[in-house]
């Protein structure tokens, strides 16, 4: 059995854990309101860009040429880019989005197909590099409070590279955010951008009332050729927001259930250290009536 200032020793260092771990669930919770409010803000925006592209493709009498829109016959390779975080401490936040991306890798390699690797994180970069996959490129330093800039660089990165006709298709990973309780990993196809997107989703009227009778300056393909890149943009700085306030749920979620692990195990060793400071009593107690047998006798 542990004496007693082993146990005292033990309760003192995770008492200090449980602080930690504390301090840093309330952190998590403030960081998770502001990215829940940033997804919020930036809905608006996202609404009305699908509206101006939904309108601009109507007003075009053909969207089929722009680069960002073309199919290739033959899908040969294929860009995987999971969104992890920078940081650990989070649950299964980054494991869930890494083991869908890896399925989903060995999935493609099957059918024959060649897999080429991006990345946001720098646990996913470790992870993948560790493994001995060929990262094309890594983006870290944002994961827990990304950026537009961020979205922007890494949509650009992914457009040259389909552009280029390097990859056939652009594929994200990342966790969507349901609750500080449940994350939900999303499987989203970047490019090509789906010409279903530009038609589906508005009835008639409303279709009316976004072409209006309107005189389009430059042409509405030219207009559409510059929507489509800030697009893919807004696509992935949404995903961005969706898997930082994930993260920031998950370590919430993680250091709670870490506070209250500790306390349980506070409580176990408080009543071992009870029970063993009463057996020296005991003990102690013995040796004196012992002692005072032994000089009487």
Do not use: C
């Amino acid at each position: 059995m542990a004496s007693v200032q082993d146990l005292k020793r033990r309760i003192r260092s995770i008492r200090n854990t449980r602080k930690i771990t504390k301090a840093m669930e309330l952190v998590a919770s403030a960081r998770l309101r502001r990215a829940q409010a940033r997804i919020e803000a930036m809905r608006p925006y996202a609404d009305r860009m699908m509206e101006l592209m939904v309108g601009t493709a109507r007003a075009s009498s053909s969207v089929r040429g722009l680069p960002l829109l073309q199919r290739r016959e033959e899908e040969r390779a294929v860009a995987i880019l999971p969104l992890t975080g920078d940081r650990g401490l989070a649950g299964a936040f980054n494991a869930q989005v890494l083991r869908h991306a890896l399925a989903l890798d060995r999935q493609l390699r099957a059918e024959g197909k060649r897999v080429r690797w991006l990345v946001s994180g720098r646990r996913g970069s470790s992870t993948l590099r560790f493994r001995r996959f060929e990262v094309l490129q890594a983006w870290t330093g944002f994961s827990d409070r990304p950026a537009y800039a961020d979205a922007q660089a890494i949509a650009h990165r992914i457009s040259d590279l389909y552009v280029a006709e390097e990859v056939d298709r652009v594929v994200i990973v990342y966790n969507h955010f349901v609750s500080p309780l449940v994350q939900q990993v999303v499987e989203q196809d970047v490019l090509p951008i789906p010409e279903q997107m530009l038609e589906a989703g508005e009835d008639e009227e409303h279709h009316a009332a976004l072409l209006g009778d309107f005189i389009y300056e430059p042409e509405p393909e030219q207009i559409l050729e510059r929507l489509l890149p800030v697009y893919v943009e807004t696509e992935l700085y949404r995903a961005l927001l969706e898997s930082a306030a994930s993260e920031q749920g998950a370590r919430m979620t993680a250091m709670r259930n870490a506070s209250k692990n500790a306390g349980e195990l506070i409580d176990s060793l408080t009543l071992a250290m009870n029970r063993a400071r009463q057996a020296e009593i005991t003990q102690e107690i013995l040796e004196v009536v012992a002692g005072a047998d032994a000089l009487t006798a």
